[in-house]
């Protein structure tokens, strides 16, 4: 985690995403790695799990800068996954 020059705290990530969906009938695997960033409290909360975890994730696309066409998520909550337990909730 780092810090903006006014003190805001910053994680930037890549997410790993994998699922399966039906496309026009027929099954499909996505896989594929994305570009994620965290401000403010959900950066802290986010900089506390361990590396690894499986998080169902919140958020926006957003280009990486005003002249940029690369999209980055910006994070605005999370919810970490748990088989057959309730899951705590990380959401600003």
């Known amino acids: 985690m780092r810090h903006t020059p006014a003190g805001v705290p910053v994680v930037e990530a890549q997410i790993r995403h994998r ?7 027929a099954p499909r695997t996505l896989e594929f790695v994305v570009n ?5 409290p959900i ?3 986010l ?3 361990r590396l690894g975890a499986q998080l169902d ?4 696309l957003a280009p990486r800068s005003r002249r940029s066409s690369k ?3 910006h994070l605005t909550g999370y919810q970490r996954q748990f088989e057959g337990k309730d899951s705590a909730e ?3």
């Open 36 to 40: 994620a960033i965290a401000l403010g």
């Open 90 to 92: 990380g959401k600003v």
């Open 71 to 73: 999209l980055v998520l």
């Open 43 to 45: 950066a802290g909360k």
């Open 47 to 49: 900089g506390r799990e």
């Open 19 to 25: 699922s399966d969906v039906i496309e026009a009938g």
């Open 57 to 60: 994730l919140s958020g926006f």
